[in-house]
């Protein structure tokens, strides 16, 4: 064994990463047999996970502000590409001032931390990690996402956000170093495991393969996307793991190139390549354009000559994680950008997005539908007066009413129906953070729930399937796509009152009823089967 060298699979580079000191305290150092040993009391690790969970669901990096405002300088990018980066600049603005997170979807809570040989906590890291997660989502107007199956079937919200998916690794070295990342529902689900084989690596086969499944993604999950491909891996596992770290941009530092030893590397031929190919989809920054992404990571892993996994994920428009480390001199958090006015250019908004119309909601259901039917799919639309917000539990609870031979109530027939479910509500607003959630979720529902008379007009994000675009020629109804992202300036903009209708014990998943005024949206699917998505796919 003399002669063995052991080689890292992940070399990554030096960390340019700029921080800001929490504290000096909870941190001393000690000598054990001639090294420096650093004792960290488990209330820098609540401290440090508390206001990373707190910074990262107002706050975004500089480097992603930046390529928002790059689209609104681009000749080339479209004006609904111009209307939504403009929008998610807003949204982050409004974000800035901690009161109303960017997303109402505050996400699963995921800490990554990599602990050196010489770091001392005395045990029960998760723990306080863990109280620190759960001291913000109880004090902050976050919303709680997390179920916990009863049985197999019966759930029930923890009403912390607790669990918290936290990974510990033994590392070298004498500090603790930390991911923490706020994954919403809508970005996970966009993440992807294909089993390949030796076939699928040449140049022709993969782009092709590629091309294909980037088209699968839609806009459910908000873009423009931080894209991460992930070609190879020692085992699934792995490779949807590196998927994960590399959308997050924390594989950046790796090396350009493979060796013999099987070290990842980033293929940034590739990354130009598939760049590339996004902006060519049409698809664009959710109704059309040039801004599918912002970027591209492809990472490149060793395999077992028999499997080729490959992986495929996103970051959304919702770009929450944030580093953090504790040394001997403190705990130590990645600075943020707290004044993202700097990147809000001085803009006409009429001139983005092209013409508006203007759709009173007050009106009875088939005049609304009326009105939509005069105009193409793709048209902007502002929207004022009620709806009503249900989403998957409230959608089960009305198909029940159905299966027992009960009629839909009226609100679902007279109103159309926003898929959403807002975080809490701050003192002295009307509303939390309270954008749309993926419409693809419900799609089960839409042709039953248009039959029996209900759900006629529906608002959500992303793309929908075939089923629903054969309901809305079928029966005459429409599906309105809204901007994916902008939660913040929605709920301080857009949405005057809120009141929950039904089912109030479902919390955010009760059926609600909301006033809004200038709403923006979009027709994306018609009463006469015309869908924005269904060319580009």
């Known amino acids: 064994m003399s002669d063995f060298?052991?080689?890292e699979m992940f070399p990554l580079g030096e960390d340019a990463t700029p921080y800001r000191k929490l504290t000096g305290d909870h941190v001393s150092s000690a000598c054990f047999e001639g090294q420096r040993m650093v004792k960290v009391d488990p209330a820098a690790l609540t401290l440090l996970a508390a206001q990373a969970l707190a910074d990262c669901q107002h706050l975004l990096r500089p480097g992603h502000l930046a390529q928002l405002r790059a689209i609104l300088d681009d000749p080339e990018a479209s004006d609904n590409d111009k209307f939504v980066a403009f929008d998610l600049l807003?949204?982050?603005?409004i974000a800035a001032g901690r009161v109303l997170p960017m997303c109402q979807d505050t996400g699963t809570s995921i800490v990554l931390g990599k602990k050196g040989e010489r770091v001392w906590t005395g045990g029960g890291d998760a723990a306080a990690l863990a109280a620190g997660i759960r001291k913000t989502f109880m004090e902050t107007n976050l919303r709680y996402s997390q179920v916990a199956p009863l049985s197999m079937y019966e759930e029930v919200n923890t009403g912390d956000n607790l669990p918290a998916q936290i990974d510990l690794f033994a590392d070298e070295g004498d500090e603790y170093r930390f991911l923490?990342?706020?994954k919403g529902g809508g970005s996970a689900n966009k993440t992807f495991l294909f089993q390949q084989t030796k076939?699928?690596?040449n140049p022709k086969s993969l782009i092709k393969f590629v091309d294909e499944k980037i088209r699968t993604l839609g806009t459910a999950a908000c873009p423009?996307?931080?894209?991460?491909i992930v070609i190879g891996g020692t085992s699934a596992e792995l490779t949807l793991k590196t998927v994960k770290l590399a959308s997050c941009r924390y594989l950046d530092t790796l090396p350009t190139s493979g060796n013999k030893f099987g070290q990842a590397f980033r293929d940034r031929d590739f990354e130009a390549e598939v760049l590339r190919l996004t902006r060519e989809t049409g698809i664009g920054a959710q109704f059309g354009g040039k801004y599918f992404c912002h970027d591209v990571r492809v990472i490149r892993l060793p395999r077992h000559g028999a499997s080729l996994p490959i992986g495929i994920g996103v970051s959304c428009s919702a770009d929450r994680q944030i580093l953090g480390k504790i040394t001997a001199e403190g705990v130590f958090l990645e600075e943020l950008e707290t004044n993202p006015a700097k990147y809000l250019p001085e803009i006409d908004e009429a001139k983005l997005g092209g013409p508006v119309v203007r759709l009173d909601l007050t009106r009875p259901m088939a005049e609304i539908r009326r009105t939509l039917s005069q105009f193409p799919i793709k048209t902007r639309l502002s929207l004022?007066?009620?709806?009503?917000?249900a989403r998957d539990i409230a959608h089960a609870k009305l198909q029940e009413r159905l299966e027992r031979g009960e009629t839909l109530p009226q609100y679902v027939r007279d109103h159309p129906i926003y898929y959403a479910g807002p975080a809490k509500t701050p003192k002295g607003l009307a509303s939390g953070s309270f954008g749309p959630t993926t419409a693809g979720r419900m799609d089960s529902y839409v042709d039953r729930f248009m039959a029996a008379g209900g759900s006629l007009v529906t608002l959500a994000k992303g793309n929908r399937s075939a089923e629903v675009r054969e309901a809305c020629r079928k029966h005459g109804g429409f599906y309105l796509g809204s901007i994916g992202g902008?939660?913040?300036?929605?709920?301080?903009?857009?949405?005057?009152k809120v009141e929950v209708l039904e089912y109030p014990e479902l919390g955010m998943e009760a059926i609600w009823r909301i006033e809004v005024e200038n709403f923006p949206a979009f027709i994306v699917v018609d009463d006469k089967g015309n869908d924005f998505f269904a060319k580009l796919a």
């Not at 902008?486 to 005057?496: S, V």
């Open 5 to 7: 060298l052991f080689r």
């Open 90 to 93: 807003k949204n982050a603005n």
């Open 180 to 182: 923490f990342i706020a």
């Open 199 to 201: 076939a699928v690596l």
């Open 224 to 228: 423009p996307y931080h894209l991460a």
């Open 384 to 389: 004022t007066g009620p709806l009503i917000v």
């Open 486 to 496: 902008p939660a913040a300036r929605l709920a301080q903009d857009c949405i005057k």
